[in-house]
């Protein structure tokens, strides 16, 4: 549904301090007060979290589905990337 | 001790779940998916309240009434709701500004009512003051987008705020005058920032509290209570 006054808007929350935002959904909304308080409504009935983002869906530029082999193919090559080659001393406990 | 402490607690229960129940009714009929939770939202918060509210007034009471005793097995004229919250729900404007008019009593009540003597009431205050506030909030919202909104949502929110207004001044009744002041600030704000226009004080309903109720009491409770009057004590 794309309606010219109550677009779309992504939203993310934080689900404690110290954690990053993480994208949760969408609500409609005529703007961003409205769509912070549809968010709170829609999203957090269940304590999911204490901070809340809302971002136009518009203002997102997304990596294009057809293009993800060149982009993301290349790195799946590349293992030695992956921190899991190093012995992790005992004295860092858990990571 | 049943009388005045039990009264009173009673009519804020009734008040609550009249009022949850109400916006109960919106569910699958919203205009939004968005705020159709935002009503079910607001609604079992005071659904809660009514709750913790006719536990305590069955303590008080002392006859072993409980929760579902007390909501599911009185009769209307046994209800001291106030007549605002037993209002139909009309349309959506209707539905936001009863909200907002109670609303804008609420917080600032169950605010000053964390600081009252009574232990138990002042705790239930405390969780409701926060959802109250967020009521208020939330509805003022919506009053100002639909005032303050096309020539249709302006129409029937000022038809809304004007049908109800009459059932406004019954708030004040029973000790209440104090909160007033700080109602009619809050009101003031909001009508005015919504473009609309604030009635003129003329003659109140009243009753709500002895139990002289509107016709639309009665249907809320045959739809209520149903199942407990056909099936007393029914368990699932």
């Given at each position: 549904m794309t309606d010219p006054l109550m677009p779309l808007w992504e939203v993310f929350i934080r689900a404690k301090a110290g954690l990053s935002h993480r994208h949760v959904g969408s609500v409609h909304a005529a703007d961003a007060e409205m769509a912070l308080t549809a968010a709170r409504d829609v999203y957090t009935r269940r304590g999911e979290g204490v901070s809340l983002w809302v971002v136009p869906s518009g203002a997102i530029t997304a990596s294009d589905p057809g293009d993800e082999t060149e982009l993301f193919e290349p790195a799946t090559a590349k293992p030695y990337r992956h921190p899991t080659f190093y012995t992790v001393p005992k004295e860092v406990g858990d990571m | 001790m049943a009388?005045?402490?039990?009264?009173?607690?009673?009519?804020?229960?009734?008040?609550?779940?009249?009022?949850?129940?109400?916006?109960?009714?919106?569910?699958?009929?919203?205009?939004?998916?968005?705020?159709?939770?935002?009503?079910?939202?607001?609604?079992?918060?005071?659904?809660?309240?009514?709750?913790?509210?006719?536990?305590?007034?069955?303590?008080?009471?002392?006859?072993?009434?409980?929760?579902?005793?007390?909501a599911y097995r009185r009769d209307a004229a046994q209800f001291g709701n106030l007549l605002l919250v037993e209002q139909p729900n009309g349309d959506f404007a209707m539905t936001v500004a009863r909200q907002f008019l109670y609303s804008a009593f609420a917080a600032p009540f169950w605010r000053e009512t964390t600081s009252a003597k009574d232990a138990?009431?002042?705790?239930?205050?405390?969780?409701?003051?926060?959802?109250?506030?967020?009521?208020?909030?939330?509805?003022?919202?919506?009053?100002?987008?639909?005032?303050?909104?096309?020539?249709?949502s302006h129409c029937r929110a000022q038809a809304a705020?004007?049908?109800?207004?009459?059932?406004?001044?019954?708030?004040?009744?029973?000790?209440?005058?104090?909160?007033?002041?700080?109602?009619?600030?809050?009101?003031?704000?909001?009508?005015?920032?919504?473009?609309?226009?604030?009635?003129?004080?003329?003659?109140?309903?009243?009753?709500?509290?002895?139990?002289?109720?509107?016709e639309h009491l009665g249907y809320i409770l045959a739809e209520l209570q149903f199942l407990q009057r056909a099936y007393p004590d029914a368990k699932w």
């Amino acid at each position: 549904m794309t309606d010219p006054l109550m677009p779309l808007w992504e939203v993310f929350i934080r689900a404690k301090a110290g954690l990053s935002h993480r994208h949760v959904g969408s609500v409609h909304a005529a703007d961003a007060e409205m769509a912070l308080t549809a968010a709170r409504d829609v999203y957090t009935r269940r304590g999911e979290g204490v901070s809340l983002w809302v971002v136009p869906s518009g203002a997102i530029t997304a990596s294009d589905p057809g293009d993800e082999t060149e982009l993301f193919e290349p790195a799946t090559a590349k293992p030695y990337r992956h921190p899991t080659f190093y012995t992790v001393p005992k004295e860092v406990g858990d990571m | 001790m049943a009388g005045a402490p039990f009264d009173y607690v009673l009519g804020l229960a009734d008040d609550a779940l009249i009022l949850g129940h109400r916006l109960s009714e919106w569910c699958g009929h919203a205009p939004l998916l968005e705020e159709e939770l935002a009503l079910a939202n607001i609604g079992l918060d005071l659904i809660g309240q009514a709750r913790a509210l006719y536990d305590y007034a069955g303590a008080i009471e002392g006859k072993g009434r409980d929760q579902d005793a007390l909501a599911y097995r009185r009769d209307a004229a046994q209800f001291g709701n106030l007549l605002l919250v037993e209002q139909p729900n009309g349309d959506f404007a209707m539905t936001v500004a009863r909200q907002f008019l109670y609303s804008a009593f609420a917080a600032p009540f169950w605010r000053e009512t964390t600081s009252a003597k009574d232990a138990t009431l002042a705790g239930i205050a405390t969780e409701a003051t926060h959802q109250a506030a967020y009521h208020l909030r939330h509805t003022a919202d919506w009053l100002i987008r639909l005032g303050d909104g096309t020539e249709e949502s302006h129409c029937r929110a000022q038809a809304a705020i004007d049908a109800l207004w009459p059932y406004t001044g019954e708030m004040f009744e029973s000790g209440h005058a104090s909160l007033r002041p700080e109602w009619d600030k809050t009101i003031a704000t909001v009508l005015v920032e919504a473009t609309l226009t604030r009635p003129k004080d003329g003659w109140m309903q009243t009753g709500g509290r002895s139990g002289r109720h509107s016709e639309h009491l009665g249907y809320i409770l045959a739809e209520l209570q149903f199942l407990q009057r056909a099936y007393p004590d029914a368990k699932w």
